[in-house]
């Protein structure tokens, strides 16, 4: 379990998971030593009928989505997550910093772009962003956190 804070908002104790998509090695350390230093669960996918796969069988609270990965883009991929009503926020990871393809990534139902390489910086301001506790999960007032 992880207690984090969503900003000002109040402190909450749960284990996020979240996906990465990513079909380079190094890539893929880099991401999952950022997520599993913060207490993070990390599943790993090196395509995109992979991340499918995952999503259907799996909870996650976010998706980081790289959009140049075999048998299936990420654009594609983004698309058939959201037709099976899955709403948990997708974050494109590419090196490519093109317009359009922030623009495409947008379309196709990501919520967020950041180019490769990142800084550890950007990677956590992403995930402050955009990861949510899900239903259920236990709050505690930022005072009684700080009193522990």
């Excluded at 998706?63 to 997708?90: H, K, M, Q, W």
């Excluded at 990534?105 to 990142?118: C, L, R, V, Y």
């Excluded at 955009?130 to 709050?139: A, D, H, S, Y």
Aim: some cysteine; proline content about 5%; aromatic content about 10%.
């Amino acid at each position: 379990m992880v207690v984090y804070s969503f900003g000002s908002g109040p402190w909450v104790t749960f284990m996020p998971k979240i996906l990465v998509v990513e079909d380079s090695p190094i890539n893929q350390q880099v991401m999952t030593y950022f997520l599993e230093s913060k207490g993070f669960e990390c599943d790993l996918a090196t395509s995109g009928a992979q991340a499918l796969t995952l999503v259907h069988t799996n909870e996650y609270d976010l998706i980081f989505l790289d959009l140049r990965i075999p048998n299936l883009d990420g654009f594609s991929a983004a698309r058939a997550i959201r037709e099976t009503g899955c709403t948990v926020p997708i974050i494109a990871v590419t090196a490519s910093a093109m317009p359009e393809d922030e623009k495409n990534a947008m379309e196709s139902g990501m919520n967020a772009f950041m180019t490769k390489p990142f800084s550890r910086a950007d990677f956590d301001s992403a995930i402050a962003m955009w990861l949510k506790p899900r239903q259920g999960t236990e709050t505690e007032s930022a005072g009684s956190m700080a009193d522990s």
